[in-house]
Nanobody, 126 residues
Framework: QLQLVESGGGLVQPGGSLRLSCAAS????????IGWFRQAPGKEREGVSC????????KYSEPVKDRFTISRDDAKNTVVLQMNSLTPADTGVYYC???????????????????WGQGTQVTVSS
């Protein structure tokens, strides 16, 4: 059974960078799209980025576009989210999840993803 484990979170100052990893265990990503999500205190979980099964197509939400980069290494069963120019608005618990399709859905909505990990906390503060 596929399990996803997120890592790489921490405390960073505004303008800093973090590199999050999503590792698969128990199974592989296969040819499925993988998404990253975040949830700030008191807010709903929101989609941040998605990468297709081929690794050729990526999607980003408007708040993170041009600052975050998603990539995948299927040989290592890992998806990475590189986050640059972080702001306090990026604070939250970050999760990765898998969808049943090779392509990313039109909207990076949590409802079409599954196998959620426990998340990794990202705090951007001075």
């Amino acid at each position: 059974q596929l399990q996803l484990v997120e890592s790489g979170g921490g405390l960073v100052q505004p303008g800093g960078s973090l590199r999050l990893s999503c590792a698969a265990s128990g199974s592989t990503f296969g040819y499925n799209a993988i998404g990253w999500f975040r949830q700030a205190p008191g807010k709903e979980r929101e989609g941040v980025s998605c990468i297709s099964g081929s690794g050729q197509r990526m999607k980003y939400s408007e708040p993170v576009k041009d600052r975050f980069t998603i990539s995948r290494d299927d040989a290592k069963n890992t998806v990475v989210l590189q986050m640059n120019s972080l702001t306090p608005a990026d604070t939250g618990v970050y999760y990765c999840a898998i969808t049943s399709t090779a392509g990313c859905p039109p909207w990076i909505h949590p409802g079409v993803f599954g196998s959620w990990g426990q998340g990794t906390q990202v705090t951007v503060s001075s």
